[in-house]
């Protein structure tokens, strides 16, 4: 997971650092790394932060769900029991 900002960072400091007659390349130069950047961690097979933390709200109520069902189940066996 990689915060967009960050990324906007990394692609900024890198365009910052070319030298002064790169200058009028520059927008060039950005939009390059920022596809070479994009590129590279979409091999990564990396999430946003909104998609993991809807992943792990879907898995806490997953979660919660089946400790409710397993409490059911355990009470409904009590109840054969006897």
Known sequence: ?????????????????????LLQMREDAEKNIRAAMS????KLDLV??????????VLLRTREKLEAL????????QLNKK
């Open 48 to 57: 946003t932060r909104e998609e993991f933390e809807v992943q792990s709200q």
């Open 1 to 21: 997971m990689i915060d967009p900002k960050k990324f906007d960072e990394i692609a900024d400091t890198i365009t910052r650092a070319l030298p002064p007659g």
């Open 70 to 77: 397993e409490k059911r189940v355990a009470e409904l066996e």
């Open 39 to 42: 590129s590279t961690f979409n």
